[in-house]
């Protein structure tokens, strides 16, 4: 967004008028299983981050200091679960919009018996905004985004300029931005992005991609990419100031 598209924004936010943003997603009302609906109502009093609680104290959310990893969109939160539970000494935090897919990642996480987990149910565009500290997280985690495959399409996706400056906001400095995809015109994109962001180290050798490293569990997506005979890219960022 340009200087002046920003300022006219501001003041209509300012004169209470309603501005659709360009969101990267569509909502899809899928209906709930039993089980996903049990494991919300049993789980949420616990596990569940509402983001009208404004700006989290995460210390308190957790009732310890450790690290915080963060995951934008974990589907149905399997391989999130996953690695929670590889790793009881980090704290996640998992944000996604798709209902059942939150319903599907409180039932793993119940059956799995993990604490350091937390989840919201909203934009996380929003909740980065109005929930996270600055320089509070140590990982942000992007696997697999929806890759808005039409050219007309592209601005829906989530890694822009302006998201990505606002996630190394909210990271602590050495913290890392982790992506993956399974659609290489996304990974080129992503790529472009983040060598016009500044504050970033590209953890690669050759500046690009990086070999899939060993703690990332198979997501769902990319498990489908692998069946379509996708390739896969992850990309890492070190936020350096
Ligand atoms: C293609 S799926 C990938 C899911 C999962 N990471 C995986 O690899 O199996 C992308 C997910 O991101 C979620 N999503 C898209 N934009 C989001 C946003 N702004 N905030 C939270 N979740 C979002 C979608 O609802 C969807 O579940």
């Given at each position: ?50 983001h ?28 999130l ?22 319903g ?72 890392i931005?982790?992506?993956a ?59 350096c100031?």
């Amino acid at each position: 967004m340009n200087d002046s598209s920003k300022t006219r924004l501001e003041q209509a936010q300012q004169e209470g008028k309603y501005i659709r943003r360009i969101r990267s997603f569509v909502k899809r009302e899928g209906r709930l299983t039993k089980g996903q609906a049990a494991a919300i109502e049993k789980c949420w009093p616990t596990m569940g981050l509402e983001h009208s609680q404004g700006l989290l104290n995460l210390s308190e959310v957790f009732g310890n200091d450790n690290d915080v990893v963060l995951e934008i969109g974990f589907g149905m939160g399997k391989s999130l679960v996953e690695m929670a539970k590889n790793a009881p000494h980090l704290n996640f935090i998992g944000i996604e919009v798709h209902k059942p897919g939150v319903g599907a990642c409180l039932m793993e996480a119940d059956e799995a018996g993990i604490t350091n987990l937390r989840v919201f149910e909203h934009d996380a565009v929003e909740v980065l905004a109005d929930c996270i500290k600055d320089a509070s997280l140590s990982t942000m985690q992007l696997f697999f985004p929806d890759p808005w495959h039409k050219k007309r399409h592209h601005k829906r996706r989530i890694v822009q300029l302006e998201f990505v400056e606002s996630l190394r906001s909210k990271l602590k400095i050495g913290g890392i931005f982790h992506m993956a995809t399974d659609w290489e015109n996304y990974a080129e994109h992503m790529l472009e992005v983040m060598n016009a962001a500044p504050g970033y180290d590209n953890l690669s050798e050759t500046s690009d991609y990086m070999p899939r490293p060993n703690n990332r569990p198979l997501t769902k997506f990319e498990q489908r990419g692998h069946r379509l005979g996708h390739g896969v890219w992850d990309l890492m960022f070190k936020r350096c100031n």
